[in-house]
């Protein structure tokens, strides 16, 4: 009579980590070895970094030796768990204030914006964020450099298709442009943009037609565009983006006429 005998299992590396994660068991990574230390540590590491994510354990981020894999860890968990707290244990400085606009923008905190170092535009990026989130320009008020807080002011009036407040920035041309236009574009009403400037550095009033003509991809809102350059540039993206040879038709400049109805078929 034949003894019965045991049958090890020999998993291949992948298979060992896919073992730890399953069965959320990080005492498994602690066994990997390979024949390169360095490869090791990196298998190691990348199985705590999987098991942590998976099940939400910044417990097992911390016994990831690489310092970028385990910021990149805590990180992760953080803005998985709306936890600004795990952002403070991050060793790099971008991500830690990365991590913090995430987890504020997720939360729809502006206090945690507070926590990103003055120096760092993360900081305006992240009162922004909220703001439009909230739908709230207040927040915009923690901005410190004027240009950025107009430009939020610009990007809650837009996400709330509000033109009063983009009134409040009509003497700022290219602000106002962006804040008119996102909203015409929004509506597909070419009609907001009669009210922009024409300048000698741009003609605001042309662009956001074409940007509502792009948005809406009709060509017939190009032809509100009376500089004759700037209508035929207009046509041309309509009509090569999306094929639309009727666009390419109302170019006057012949050469780009051809080009177009070319890319347009």
């Given at each position: 009579m034949m003894a019965a005998c045991s049958v090890s299992v020999i998993l291949t590396p992948d298979e060992e980590i896919q073992?730890?994660?399953?069965?959320?068991?990080?005492?498994?990574?602690?066994?990997?070895?390979?024949?390169?230390?360095?490869?090791?540590?990196?298998?190691?590491?990348?199985?705590?970094?999987?098991?942590?994510?998976?099940?939400n354990n910044p417990m097992n981020c911390m016994e990831i030796q690489d310092q970028a894999r385990q910021d990149n860890c805590d990180k992760a968990i953080a803005i998985t768990n709306k936890e600004p707290?795990?952002?403070?244990?991050?060793?790099?400085?971008?991500?830690?204030?990365?991590c913090f606009m995430q987890v504020a923008e997720v939360k729809e905190d502006p206090l945690i914006?507070?926590?990103?170092?003055d120096n760092n535009r993360?900081?305006?990026?992240?009162?922004?964020?909220?703001?439009?989130?909230?739908?709230?320009?207040?927040?915009?008020?923690?901005?410190?450099?004027?240009?950025?807080?107009?430009?939020?002011i610009a990007d809650v009036a837009s996400v709330k298709e509000d033109l009063e407040?983009?009134?409040?920035?009509?003497?700022?041309?290219?602000?106002y442009y962006s804040c008119t236009s996102a909203i015409a574009s929004k509506q597909n009403n070419p009609d907001l943009c009669n009210n922009l400037a024409v300048t000698k550095s741009r003609n605001y009033k042309n662009a956001c037609f074409e940007d509502t003509a792009i948005m809406a991809k009709d060509y017939k809102t190009c032809e509100l565009i009376e500089d004759t350059d700037d209508r035929d540039s207009c046509l041309s993206k309509i009509g090569r983006n999306n094929k639309i040879p009727e666009a390419c038709e109302k170019i006057t400049d012949e050469k780009r006429k051809e080009i177009c109805s070319r890319l347009a078929k």
């Open positions: 073992k730890a994660v399953k069965e959320n068991d990080p005492s498994i990574c602690a066994k990997i070895e390979d024949e390169d230390q360095g490869k090791t540590q990196k298998r190691r590491d990348r199985c705590y970094e999987e098991i942590a994510i998976e099940y707290d795990l952002c403070e244990v991050i060793d790099d400085v971008w991500k830690k204030n990365d914006c507070g926590k990103i170092d993360n900081k305006s990026m992240c009162y922004s964020k909220v703001a439009v989130a909230r739908k709230n320009q207040e927040i915009c008020g923690n901005i410190d450099k004027e240009s950025e807080k107009l430009g939020c407040l983009c009134e409040t920035l009509k003497e700022y041309d290219s602000t």
